[in-house]
């Protein structure tokens, strides 16, 4: 938004002072170029919890599978990935899966954001008790989403992964963590 009227405002100055900037001969775009590069590279990125949890998330992309531990130097199971994330985000308290289904608030899959903990069965879908868990790393107009976590299958480390087929026959629940 502070970008869109920054450059409504300097494109206005633009079009007032183009006569006067023809008159001296020198060349507005170009000077118009290097003061649009100067202000932009000014203005702070807008951030937010959920997008620093997620680059940092994404940093452990290819971090290998290693059943048991929250370690990133040898690796992570799922729920020790996820609350080794969310640690150093100042959220403690979760360390298995089923810890994670016990915390937070309990919501819609339609109404989780980017951040928001997926909870899934084990590899036995009959059982309904968590046993694997993601973060919602993307979401598109459609509805459609993607999860970061340490993956014990193919992946064998962390990975990103649609919540599609397989994933979705899984699906128990969303919960929200971040306010």
Do not use: W
């Given at each position: 938004m502070k970008k869109n009227l920054l450059l409504l405002s300097l494109f206005v100055c633009f079009a007032f002072t183009s006569n006067a900037q023809e008159k001296e001969n020198t060349s507005l775009p170009?000077?118009?170029?290097?003061?649009?590069?100067?202000?932009?590279?000014?203005?702070?990125?807008?951030?937010?919890?959920?997008s620093q949890l997620l680059d940092?998330?994404?940093?452990?992309i290819g971090t290998r599978y290693r059943y048991a531990s929250s370690n990133p130097n040898i690796g992570f199971d799922c729920s020790g990935f996820v609350s080794y994330v969310y640690k150093q985000f100042g959220f403690s308290g979760a360390r298995s899966s089923v810890d994670f289904a016990r915390k937070g608030k309990t919501i819609a899959l339609s109404e989780a954001k980017l951040g928001d903990i997926l909870i899934f069965t084990g590899t036995n879908t009959k059982s309904r008790t968590a046993g694997h868990v993601g973060i919602i790393y993307s979401k598109d107009e459609d509805g459609n989403i993607k999860f970061i976590h340490s993956s014990s299958g193919k992946a064998n480390g962390v990975t990103i992964t649609g919540l599609d087929g397989y994933y979705k026959s899984r699906f128990i629940k969303a919960v929200s963590i971040l306010e």
């Amino acid at each position: 938004m502070k970008k869109n009227l920054l450059l409504l405002s300097l494109f206005v100055c633009f079009a007032f002072t183009s006569n006067a900037q023809e008159k001296e001969n020198t060349s507005l775009p170009q000077q118009y170029q290097q003061i649009m590069g100067k202000i932009i590279d000014k203005i702070p990125a807008v951030t937010t919890p959920a997008s620093q949890l997620l680059d940092f998330a994404k940093s452990f992309i290819g971090t290998r599978y290693r059943y048991a531990s929250s370690n990133p130097n040898i690796g992570f199971d799922c729920s020790g990935f996820v609350s080794y994330v969310y640690k150093q985000f100042g959220f403690s308290g979760a360390r298995s899966s089923v810890d994670f289904a016990r915390k937070g608030k309990t919501i819609a899959l339609s109404e989780a954001k980017l951040g928001d903990i997926l909870i899934f069965t084990g590899t036995n879908t009959k059982s309904r008790t968590a046993g694997h868990v993601g973060i919602i790393y993307s979401k598109d107009e459609d509805g459609n989403i993607k999860f970061i976590h340490s993956s014990s299958g193919k992946a064998n480390g962390v990975t990103i992964t649609g919540l599609d087929g397989y994933y979705k026959s899984r699906f128990i629940k969303a919960v929200s963590i971040l306010e």
